[in-house]
C-alpha cells in the first residue's frame, strides 16, 4: 500500500503536539496519548480521509478527543491545539530536542537557566564552558552533549529526509496523472536516483496541453502555497516545507526530459561531452545531430542512451561515479532490481509491541509479494520494552507452525532482531540463540560511543554463529540521528570473514547502509541483505528504496543474501554455524 500523506502529515503533527507538552511540562500520561496517536494513524493500514469520525475513533489507540482533532484537521486543514502550541512553546526548543541525548526536561532546564534559545545557543554555550557546574546537569551530559551537536554538523542545509520526500511526491503524481490529456507523470531529481537527502522535489509530466497540469499542481491537496507559475514551470510549497517543481514537456521529448531533469547534473555534463565528442547535441528535448539539427532520440530514456552509444543507466547510479564510462564501454554492472529478491530477512509482527500487524497479516501480504521466504525477526528479551522472552519465543512458533500452513509457498522462518549489548553479548544464550532458524543482530542502545568500542561491539556480535545479518549498521536516522562513529572497513573484513551479511535497511528514514557504504562494501567483497525492517504490512512495499540505495551501491545479485533460493539461503546460515 502506498504511504498516505494525510496520515504522515497527521503522524508527525501529532509527535510534534507530544513534544510540545513535553517542553511544557504537562503529566506523561497526557503526552503518551497523543504519541500512541502519532504511533497508531502513521502504521493505520487505511487512508484516515477515507473514514468518518465515528470510524475514526474506533480504531485502537484513538480516544474521542484524538479523533476530534483529526476530524478537525480534515475539515480545516490544522490542528487549533497544535497551532496555540507551536506559539506557547519558543521554536529554539524544539530544535533542542532534536539533538540525540537532550530530553524536553533538559531543554527546559538550559532555556530557563542559561536562555539557551537553539541549536546554534547551545554550541556558544559548550563552547563558553557555559554548561558546567549547572545545577541538574551532570559533567557527563555536558560532554555527551558536546558529542552531539559536533556529529550533527554544520547548520541546518535545508534538505530534508527522501522519507519526508517520498509521500508528497507519490501523492502529488496520483493528483496529476488524473488530469486529462497527460500520458505520463514521473518524479524526477535527486528523489528519483533516491538520494537520502531532498533538496527540492521535481515532478515531471508528459501532456498534450500544458495549463491544466500546472492547474492540478497549485490546486493539489499538498499544495500549501504557490512559488512561481510560468508556461514552462510551476513551483509550489508543499505540506513538508519542500518545493516541488513541475514541468510539462510533450510526449515526443519524455525520455530526454527524463534524463535531464533526473541529473544529476554532474552526470548530464558528463553524457554532453560525451554527445559532443560524436557531432551531437544533447539538451532536454533530444539527441540532435549537430549539423542538420535531425533528431535523433528522444521518446524514451533507453532511446537517448542507446543513440549515445551507451547502456542505459539505472537512475540512482547517475553520480558521475564512474557510470558514464562504463556505460560506455558497455561494462555497467547488471545491479539489482526488486525483481531479483526471493525475500525479505527483517520483519516484525504483533508478537513483539512495535509490530502492528499479526503475523498472519505480515505473512500473508509476504506471500502475496511473491517472496519464496519472509523471516519475523521480532525483538529478542534484551530491548527492555518490546523484546519477546523465551515462552514467548516458545508460544510465536506455535503460532508459526500455523500460519506456515496458510502460506505454503513460501518458506517462513522462525527469526530474532537480536541486541548487541555494550561488549558485544547477545540476548538469551548460544542454545537458545542456536534454536532459532535466522538472525539479525543490531545495536538499539548506547550509540554514542567512540569509534573503538562502537566497532569492537558489533564485531564481536558479527563473529557469533547464530548472527546473519547485522542490521542498520550504522543505526542513522535520517534527519534526526547520525550514524553512529565506526571503523566501516574493519567490520566489512570481519563480516567477509565470518561470512555474516551487513544490512541495506530500506526504510526510507534510514538507508542504512547507504549508497557509498554499500559500494566500499561491494568493492571488499561483503554480502548484503536489503531488508525492509516492515513494521506493519504497508512497510514491506519499502524495500525499493532499500533496492535502490543498493543500486547507488553498484550492488549485484551476486552479492545479496536474499538474491538466493531457500536452500542457498539456509546454507548461508550452516556455513556461518558451522565456522
Ligand atoms: P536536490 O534537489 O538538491 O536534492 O538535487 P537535484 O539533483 O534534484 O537537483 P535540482 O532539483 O537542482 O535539479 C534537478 C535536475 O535538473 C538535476 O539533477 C539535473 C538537472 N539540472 C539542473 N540544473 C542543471 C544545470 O545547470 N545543468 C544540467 N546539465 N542539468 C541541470
Ligand atoms: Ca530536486
Ligand atoms: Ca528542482
Ligand atoms: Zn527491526
Partial sequence: MAMSWVNEDLSRQFGEIATLLKLKGVDAFRVRAYERAAATIGAAPVDLS?????????????????????????????????????????????????VPGLGPKTARLLHDELGIDGLEALREALDAGRLEGLKGLGTKTAANLRDAVARMGAKDTGRLPAA????????????????????????????????????????????????????????AGTTVKVLA?????????????????????????????????????AHNVRIRERAVRQGLTLNEYGLYRRETGERLASRTEADVYAALGMDEVP????????????????????????????????????????????????????????YAYWAVTD?????????????????????????????????????????????????????????????????????????????????AAIEHPAVCVIGHPTGRILGKRPGYDIDLDAILDAAV??????????????????????????ERGATLAISSDA???????SMRYGVATAQRGWATPAGILNCLDVDGLLAFVDRKRAR
Wanted: charged letters at 25%; aromatic letters at 4%.
Fill in 497 to 522: 570473514e565470518t561470512g555474516t551479511a551487513l544490512e541495506v535497511n530500506a526504510s526510507p528514514r534510514r538507508l542504512d547502509l547507504s549508497g557509498s557504504m554499500v559500494r566500499r562494501a561491494v
Fill in 164 to 219: 519526508d520526500a517520498i509521500a508528497v511526491a507519490e501523492q502529488l503524481c496520483a493528483t496529476l496523472r488524473t488530469v486529462p490529456g497527460v500520458a505520463e507523470v514521473a518524479y524526477a531529481g535527486s528523489l528519483r536516483r533516491m538520494r537520502s537527502t531532498i533538496g527540492d522535489i521535481d515532478v515531471l509530466a508528459a501532456a498534450t496541453d500544458a495549463p491544466p497540469v500546472m492547474d492540478a499542481l497549485r490546486g
Fill in 535 to 541: 513494521h506493519s504490512v504497508g512497510d514491506l512495499a
Fill in 229 to 265: 507559475a510560468g508556461e514552462k514551470k510551476t513551483s509550489v510549497l508543499t505540506v513538508r516545507g519542500l518545493q516541488a517543481d513541475l514541468r510539462v514537456v510533450e510526449a515526443e521529448a519524455w525520455g530526454a526530459a527524463l534524463v535531464y531533469f533526473t541529473g544529476s547534473k
Fill in 315 to 370: 537512475p540512482p547510479m547517475r553520480e558521475d561515479t564512474g557510470e558514464v564510462e562504463a556505460a560506455a564501454a558497455g561494462q555497467l554492472p547488471r545491479v539489482v532490481t526488486l525483481g531479483d529478491l526471493r525475500g525479505d530477512l527483517h520483519g516484525h509482527s504483533s508478537w513483539s509491541g512495535d509490530g502492528k500487524a499479526t503475523l498472519d497479516d505480515m505473512a500473508a501480504a509476504a506471500a502475496a509479494r511473491g
Fill in 50 to 98: 477515507m473514514l468518518d469520525e465515528r470510524e475514526i475513533a474506533a480504531l485502537s489507540g484513538i480516544g474521542a478527543g484524538t479523533a476530534s482533532k483529526i476530524a478537525e484537521y480534515l475539515g480545516t486543514g490544522a490542528i487549533a491545539m497544535l497551532e496555540r502550541l507551536r506559539s506557547e512553546v519558543p521554536p529554539g526548543m524544539v530544535e533542542l530536542v532534536r
Fill in 379 to 459: 525483538h529478542a528479551e534484551n530491548l527492555s520494552i518490546n523484546g519477546l522472552s523465551r515462552e514467548q519465543v516458545r508460544a510465536r512458533r506455535g503460532d508459526l507452525r500455523r500460519v506456515q500452513e496458510t502460506v505454503p509457498q513460501m518458506r517462513l522462518l522462525d527469526g530474532a532482531e537480536l541486541n548487541i549489548g555494550i561488549d558485544g553479548a547477545l540476548d538469551y544464550d548460544l542454545d537458545f540463540l542456536l534454536s532459532f532458524e535466522f538472525c539479525v543482530a543490531s545495536v538499539h542502545s548506547l550509540m554514542q560511543r567512540p569509534a573503538a568500542e562502537q566497532t569492537a561491539r558489533i564485531i
